[in-house]
């Protein structure tokens, strides 16, 4: 069975990066993107971008442009995220939810579990 | 803001048929397939709805979904109290460049 397993929770300073593990099981790590969501507290979800497993491609939401980057380690079958710049109002719970092998068809069909990352100086 | 506008909640009573809608514009639900996810209090959410009305295997059929024009609709019949969750609308947008969701909808079922 398909089994998205996130790393745990974080806290960081403002200004610090995070880094989010995604590690994958159950299917062909290479043959589906990943995708990335944020949802703050109380909020709504917010998508952040995906990577190609296969190719290591990938597309950033405009809003997490520059700070974002998705990557990933075919070998153990990871995929990774990590925000730089964090400010208070990136304390959220990110999630991996895996994607099709285009990324622009049935996205978010497994997810992980979620991350708490929560910024506070 | 988002690019998909939902009503905030719903309700409904046991047994009862509630329907959600999640508006969109050309670019986005106008152009592309809509899903949908429900998001039981304090897990990850789960896809409920793909192709605008494709259901997962596992997924009742009390739940269903259609699209029309630029709007979508979830309809849950035979209403049950673990219904009870917030449901997310999501669509590719042409003009975006990227994946954008409704603000979700809580639904109580009372």
């Known amino acids: 069975q398909v089994q998205l397993v996130q790393s745990g929770a974080e806290v960081k300073k403002p200004g610090a990066s995070v880094q989010v593990s995604c590690k994958t099981s159950?299917?062909?790590?290479?043959?589906?993107?990943m995708h990335w969501v944020r949802q703050a507290p109380g909020q709504g979800l917010e998508w952040m971008g995906w990577?190609?497993?296969?190719?290591?491609?990938?597309k950033y939401a405009q809003k997490f442009q520059g700070r974002v980057s998705m990557t990933r380690d075919t070998s153990i079958t990871t995929a990774y995220m990590e925000l730089s710049g964090l400010r208070s109002d990136d304390t959220a719970v990110f999630y991996c939810?895996?994607?099709?092998?285009?990324?622009?068809?049935?996205?978010?069909?497994?997810w992980g579990q979620g991350t708490v990352v929560t910024v506070s100086s | 803001q988002s690019v998909l506008t939902q009503p905030p909640s719903a309700s409904g009573t046991p047994g009862q048929r509630v329907t959600m809608s999640c508006s969109g514009s050309?670019?986005?639900?106008?152009?592309?397939?809509v899903y949908w996810y429900q998001q039981l209090p304090g897990t990850a959410p789960k896809l409920l709805i793909y192709?605008?009305?494709q259901r997962p295997s596992g997924v009742p059929d009390r739940f269903s979904g259609s699209k029309s024009g630029t709007s979508a609709s979830l309809a849950i019949s035979g209403l049950r109290s673990e219904d009870e969750a917030d449901y997310y609308c999501?669509?590719?947008?042409?003009?975006?460049?990227?994946?954008?969701f409704g603000g979700g909808t809580k639904l109580t079922v009372l």
């Open positions: 939810a895996r994607g099709d092998s285009t990324g622009y068809y049935d996205p978010f069909d497994y």
């Open positions: 159950g299917y062909t790590f290479t043959g589906y993107h």
């Open positions: 990577i190609n497993a296969k190719s290591g491609g990938t």
């Open positions: 050309s670019p986005n639900i106008g152009s592309n397939y």
């Open positions: 192709r605008n009305n």
């Open positions: 999501a669509t590719w947008d042409d003009s975006l460049s990227g994946w954008v």
